[in-house]
């Protein structure tokens, strides 16, 4: 079956420079969320997107922005990289619908891990 | 509001000895719960989830869970543990479908030969 794809897998960028990490869901999921997993720690809920309009928003720095593209992927827009960014950075999917056919299961990507140097 | 928390950053058990790793949330409304298991160097695989019906959940790879209100906890057991069971262990919650997950500390899962 279809998983969630994220690329890069792997990005080093220098302090103060821009990254951009994408995000295409499982088909027909309409709904993208980011969490950022730091060194030995949890996944931190940064943002969400349903039907290409933000949902909800977790601890996500000014310095993040992402959107929902029409298709359905995403992107997470980070600049002026820090080196406390250095984190995997994991894009979930899942089907929230409209008649009731939601699912409450979010489904992982893989991960890009940015390193910041 | 909701919380999660994994009692045990690390829990070690043999080979055939009954894994159990222990998951107590705090939520506002009856959650969805979820056990996601993660390998060194990946991504976050579901291994089970509680969403309202039955309260003793079965999952991939011999796990299960059991929901209890009274406790608010969520705990998962193997009866039998294998080489391959080692990684990381997240519990999670949800107050609904489309809303984000909040994930409790993990459990790093070591098992001896």
């Known amino acids: 079956a279809a998983g969630v794809i994220q690329s890069p897998r792997h990005l080093i960028k220098e302090k103060r420079e821009t990254a951009t990490l994408k995000c295409y869901p499982i088909p027909r999921h309409d709904t993208v969320y980011w969490y950022q997993q730091g060194p030995g720690q949890d996944p931190q809920f940064l943002i969400s997107?349903?039907?290409?309009?933000?949902?909800d928003k977790g601890s996500i720095p000014d310095r993040f922005s992402a959107q929902q593209f029409s298709d359905y992927h995403s992107e997470l827009n980070m600049s002026s990289l820090e080196l406390g960014d250095s984190a995997l950075y994991f894009c979930?999917?899942?089907?929230?619908?409209?008649?009731?056919?939601?699912?409450?299961?979010?489904?992982f990507g893989p991960g890009t891990r940015l390193l910041v140097l | 509001a909701q919380s999660v928390t994994q009692l045990g950053s690390h829990v070690s058990v043999s080979e055939g000895a009954l894994v159990l790793l222990r998951c107590n949330y705090s939520?506002?409304?009856?959650?969805?719960l979820f056990w996601y298991v993660q390998y060194p160097n990946q991504g976050l695989q579901l291994l089970l989830k509680y969403t309202s019906a039955a309260t003793l959940v079965k999952g991939i790879n011999g796990f299960e869970a059991e929901f209890k209100k009274s406790e608010t906890s969520f705990h998962l057991t193997k009866p039998s543990a294998h080489m391959s069971d080692a990684a990381e262990y997240f519990c999670?919650?949800?107050?609904?479908?489309?809303?984000?997950?909040?994930f409790g500390g993990g459990t790093r899962l070591m098992v001896k030969p």
């Open positions: 997107f349903y039907e290409k309009m933000q949902s």
């Open positions: 939520s506002s409304v009856p959650p969805y």
């Open positions: 979930a999917s899942s089907l929230v619908g409209l008649a009731g056919d939601y699912q409450e299961t979010q489904y």
């Open positions: 999670a919650v949800s107050l609904n479908a489309g809303n984000m997950l909040t």
